[in-house]
């Protein structure tokens, strides 16, 4: 071979292929796998770009009363995770996947006790190499705030959705002499959409309903009676009630009387101009004029993309109905006013402190998480999960809740509860009939009996 001369440039290097970063999402209803796979993608974002590591996602569905049906699934959109990476488990079973699928990052996208439950179980499984552990929430934070948050203490990263969110989760840590440096601002990972447009001749009404908000019948009916009666009203515009589920279906809250069999109740009927619609709510959002709520996030999904929102106070401005979240935020007004034409201007200081993005910083809001993700990633040996509740400083509350899960107090399974082996086909086939009856019969006693239970508990 001849030499190579001063104006022949060096071959190029191959890089090694670099092993995949896998990541495995664990969620236990419809709204949170929608949430927690698509964080996922945020935060591995430009990871499988040109010289980087590709990225596998699988998804895992917590078994329980929420577990979201193929239905749901597809309702929920794309989300970037192929369907056949999907797959339902016990907390027990994905402990023991952890341990043999060896991922890299986990996303917990779960109530949270079950976060609780699941930081525990990982830590005792004692790994080699632990992956990176994110948790968060799926939405408005109104409730319960000092409880869910120190139940998902111990994840590497706390996800804010808001900078208000990340002020009022590190003063619940620092309050209580917890390490707060886990809070990480990014954003909800679901917004987008195209800006509102108005359409000439186009006016449709869109009321977010939400499965436990407002919980009693009279509440529920009058919301459900004052949209027909806006219909009524407003003949030539489109009013939607955008629904989440159908009745035996559960999302994140259970949904004891679905506004469906109240509207076959209604008085009158149902005007022509009105509509029950299921479906993903961008495609909602995309031809609404006007959204409606008591306090669905659904309003921060409308406010990103400017479409007109309003935030009712028929029922109350009561920290029970979640609307309080709005107060500042010039959209709570009534359903008299909007019958009326009036369309709430929002208040460009709440909004920029509630992580809505609709001044165009959405593309960077996840870049603090993604960044601090990698250097976890890239950070050599991570410490051992130390959440805030242990047997110690939480002896009476902490050994319930792992117990729901089948964990013990140090997070071993309990004795009977180890995960099964691959079953054979003729089995696998008769567990999944069976549970499914399990679960439809508890879907039952909640929708059905329970309502009627209390009713006669009330006489």
């Known amino acids: 071979m001849p030499p190579r001369t001063s104006h022949e440039a060096e071959p190029a290097e191959t890089p ?23 964080t996922a993608r945020r935060l591995t974002a430009g990871a499988d770009g040109p010289g980087a ?27 970037g995770i192929d369907p056949e990476r999907v797959r ?51 939405g408005v934070v109104y409730e319960k705030l000092a409880d869910g948050l120190l139940l998902r203490h111990g994840a590497d990263v706390v ?30 990972p679901f917004l987008g959409g195209a800006p509102y447009q108005p359409e000439e001749g186009r006016a ?19 919301l459900l009676r004052r949209l027909v009666e806006h219909a009524r009203l407003h003949p030539r515009r489109e009013v939607l009630l955008k629904l989440r589920s159908k009745p035996g279906e559960h999302t ?57 929102t309003a935030v009712l106070t028929d029922l109350g401005v009561r920290e029970t109905l979640g609307n309080h979240h709005f107060v500042g935020s010039g959209l709570l ?14 208040d460009a200081e709440w909004v920029a402190g509630q992580g809505v993005a609709a001044d165009g910083s959405y593309s960077t809001a996840y870049d603090t998480a993604r960044a601090k993700v990698a250097a976890l990633l890239d950070g050599g040996q991570l410490p051992p999960l130390a959440p805030y509740y242990t047997p110690a400083t939480a002896p009476g509350y902490l050994p319930g809740i792992l117990a729901r899960h089948h964990l013990a107090p140090d997070g071993t399974p309990l004795p009977g509860a180890a995960a099964p082996q691959e079953p054979g086909r003729v089995r696998g086939a008769v567990r999944e009939t069976v549970r499914n009856a399990a679960r439809g019969a508890y879907r039952q006693g909640v929708q059905r009996v329970a309502p009627v239970i209390r009713r006669m508990g009330e006489l």
């Open 53 to 79: 590591r590709p990225v596998e996602v699988s998804g895992l569905l917590l078994r329980g009363r929420a577990t979201p049906t193929p239905r749901q699934l597809a309702e929920v959109g794309e989300v």
């Open 159 to 188: 996800l804010a959705n808001s900078a208000h969110d990340a002020g009022r989760f590190r003063a619940v840590y620092e309050g209580v002499g917890a390490d707060a440096s886990a809070v990480t601002e990014a954003a909800l």
């Open 252 to 308: 994140t809250h259970i949904e004891e009387l679905p506004y469906q069999r109240l509207a076959q109740k209604l008085p009158g009927g149902l005007p022509p101009n009105f509509r029950l619609v299921y479906g993903h709510m961008g495609e909602v959002l995309d031809r609404t004029d006007l959204l409606v709520t008591v306090s669905s996030t659904a309003a921060l999904e409308s406010l990103h993309r400017r479409i007109p």
């Open 204 to 222: 449709t009404v869109v009321f977010a309903a939400q499965p436990s908000v407002p919980a009693s019948r009279a509440d529920r009916t009058y």
């Open 16 to 38: 090694a292929a670099r092993p995949a970063l896998r990541v495995a999402v664990l969620a236990d209803s419809d709204t949170r796998w929608k949430w927690g796979a698509l």
């Open 88 to 138: 339902e488990v016990t907390a027990v079973e994905f402990l023991h996947t952890v341990r043999e699928e060896k991922y890299d990052l986990l996303v917990l996208a779960l109530v949270g006790g079950g976060v609780q439950a699941m930081l525990h179980g990982l830590a005792a499984l004692d790994l080699p190499r632990r992956p990176v552990v994110v948790t968060g929430y799926v």
């Open 333 to 346: 007004t009534s359903w008299d006013k909007l019958d009326g034409g009036l369309r709430p201007r929002p």
